[in-house]
């Protein structure tokens, strides 16, 4: 009976279902992350001029070990630095989200916002970038309990402090007691300042123009972006938070079992899965028939019987009676005349001299009777058996 599918069908069919299954399991691991990294905002994944994307990708080449963080990103941080670039802070939800991201990394540093772009749609490019309001930058700082801090925005300045020296087009200064500056105006408004506070470090740079997309086109920028962050994260990841701009993602046990270096187990797990329904696999079709109780043929009557006398110490009986049956069998070939047994055995003995024979009757029947285990009476029935074709066959036979 033939299947309802040819062999090259069914090949078809199984190739469909195995890359829909692979699909729909990439598009669950990483479909979030397909469609999140286009964007012309103020991020990471960003390549507009406001973007951040230049700072991942400058860190990347100069070796320094940099996760663009979507959850638990303080967790990631705690033996590096923690960078909040940009944070959008427009309600109470975000600016508590932002204080608890803040509160709970050792090292963190916070670049204050200062542009907005609009783009079209689909776009990876802004048509324009405009100056946020000064509220919304205020908001920031009171999230960071830098109730006094002021910002101000300068002419274009070269701001230099020790090796640090960068270089900014109208720069965006803040002045607060709060914090122990860094690199400041000579008029004293700053540009880096440091706050700590319970272990913990808080650096704000308060113009991102030194290290967005644009401002990392300035030699020095890059320069003093790199000194600063190589160090602040002594050592340790450099940890660029993107769940305050909405690329926030939900812990996932697919995720995490689906990630190095839980992949590892999840494949073998995967594996030894696949052994198990490969060696429990029946084949398609009627159920086979049992095999019959009594199998035809002699090998099953020989076996049957062997078992039989073996369990029945029967054996000896067995080789005596088959030494009989062998005499008679060689006395019937040799058409030997009727004579008393004692006679037989000595006409026997004169024909096995004539024809060239080694087995001597008298010893064969002597090791008939001293047969006294399994072994040795499969070794003298063999002795039996060469006995017989050297009397019928002659010395030469071996048979």
């Given at each position: 009976?033939?299947?309802?599918?040819?062999?090259?069908?069914l090949i078809a069919v199984?190739?469909?279902?195995?890359?829909?299954?692979?699909?729909?399991?990439?598009?669950?691991?990483?479909?979030?992350?397909?469609?999140?990294?286009r964007s012309a905002g103020?991020?990471?994944?960003?390549?507009?001029?406001?973007?951040?994307?230049?700072?991942?990708?400058?860190?990347?080449?100069?070796?320094?070990?940099?996760?663009?963080?979507?959850?638990?990103?303080?967790?990631?941080?705690?033996?590096?630095?923690?960078?909040?670039?940009?944070?959008?802070?427009?309600?109470?939800?975000?600016?508590?989200?932002?204080?608890?991201?803040?509160?709970?990394?050792?090292?963190?540093?916070?670049?204050?916002?200062?542009?907005?772009?609009?783009?079209?749609?689909?776009?990876?490019?802004?048509?324009?970038?405009?100056?946020?309001?000064?509220?919304?930058?205020?908001?920031?700082?009171?999230?960071?309990?830098?109730?006094?801090?002021?910002?101000?925005?300068?002419?274009?300045?070269?701001?230099?402090?020790?090796?640090?020296?960068?270089?900014?087009?109208?720069?965006?200064?803040?002045?607060?007691?709060?914090?122990?500056?860094?690199?400041?105006?000579?008029?004293?408004?700053?540009?880096?300042?440091?706050?700590?506070?319970?272990?913990?470090?808080?650096?704000?740079?308060?113009?991102?123009?030194?290290?967005?997309?644009?401002?990392?086109?300035?030699?020095?920028?890059?320069?003093?972006?790199?000194?600063?962050?190589?160090?602040?994260?002594?050592?340790?990841?450099?940890?660029?938070?993107?769940?305050?701009?909405?690329?926030?993602?939900?812990?996932?046990?697919?995720?995490?079992?689906?990630?190095?270096?839980?992949?590892?187990?999840?494949?073998?797990?995967?594996?030894?899965?696949?052994?198990?329904?490969?060696?429990?696999?029946?084949?398609?079709?009627?159920?086979?028939?049992?095999?019959?109780?009594?199998?035809?043929?002699?090998?099953?009557?020989?076996?049957?019987?062997?078992?039989?006398?073996?369990?029945?110490?029967?054996?000896?009986?067995?080789?005596?009676?088959?030494?009989?049956?062998?005499?008679?069998?060689?006395?019937?070939?040799?058409?030997?005349?009727?004579?008393?047994?004692?006679?037989?055995?000595?006409?026997?003995?004169?024909?096995?001299?004539?024809?060239?024979?080694?087995?001597?009757?008298?010893?064969?029947?002597?090791?008939?009777?001293?047969?006294?285990?399994?072994?040795?009476?499969?070794?003298?029935?063999?002795?039996?058996?060469?006995?017989?074709?050297?009397?019928?066959?002659g010395a030469d036979e071996?048979?």
């Amino acid at each position: 009976m033939t299947g309802p599918w040819s062999r090259t069908a069914l090949i078809a069919v199984i190739g469909v279902v195995a890359v829909s299954l692979a699909v729909a399991v990439v598009l669950t691991v990483r479909g979030d992350d397909l469609g999140g990294r286009r964007s012309a905002g103020v991020d990471g994944y960003s390549v507009s001029a406001i973007g951040h994307r230049g700072l991942v990708q400058l860190l990347e080449k100069l070796d320094v070990p940099v996760v663009v963080s979507r959850s638990d990103s303080a967790e990631r941080a705690r033996h590096g630095l923690l960078i909040v670039a940009e944070p959008a802070v427009g309600d109470g939800a975000s600016r508590a989200r932002l204080a608890a991201l803040v509160g709970a990394a050792p090292r963190v540093l916070v670049v204050l916002p200062k542009w907005y772009g609009s783009v079209e749609r689909g776009k990876r490019w802004i048509e324009d970038a405009h100056l946020l309001p000064p509220a919304d930058v205020a908001a920031v700082l009171e999230t960071l309990d830098l109730d006094d801090a002021e910002v101000r925005r300068a002419p274009s300045a070269e701001l230099v402090a020790g090796r640090l020296r960068a270089v900014v087009r109208e720069p965006q200064l803040v002045a607060s007691r709060a914090l122990t500056a860094i690199v400041a105006a000579p008029w004293g408004d700053q540009l880096l300042g440091r706050r700590d506070r319970d272990d913990r470090e808080l650096y704000l740079l308060s113009d991102p123009d030194v290290l967005n997309n644009v401002g990392l086109r300035q030699p020095e920028n890059a320069r003093f972006v790199f000194q600063l962050i190589d160090g602040l994260r002594d050592g340790g990841p450099v940890v660029v938070d993107e769940t305050l701009h909405g690329y926030a993602r939900t812990p996932s046990l697919v995720h995490a079992l689906l990630g190095f270096p839980l992949v590892l187990a999840t494949v073998q797990v995967l594996v030894c899965a696949l052994l198990v329904v490969w060696a429990a696999m029946v084949r398609f079709g009627p159920r086979r028939a049992a095999p019959p109780v009594i199998a035809p043929g002699k090998d099953f009557l020989i076996r049957n019987t062997a078992a039989l006398l073996h369990h029945g110490g029967h054996h000896g009986h067995a080789l005596r009676r088959y030494l009989v049956l062998s005499v008679a069998a060689v006395r019937h070939a040799l058409h030997a005349p009727a004579l008393p047994p004692d006679a037989m055995t000595a006409w026997l003995e004169r024909v096995r001299a004539l024809r060239g024979g080694q087995i001597a009757l008298v010893e064969l029947e002597r090791h008939v009777e001293a047969a006294d285990s399994p072994a040795r009476v499969v070794e003298v029935a063999d002795a039996v058996y060469r006995w017989r074709m050297e009397m019928t066959h002659g010395a030469d036979e071996r048979s």
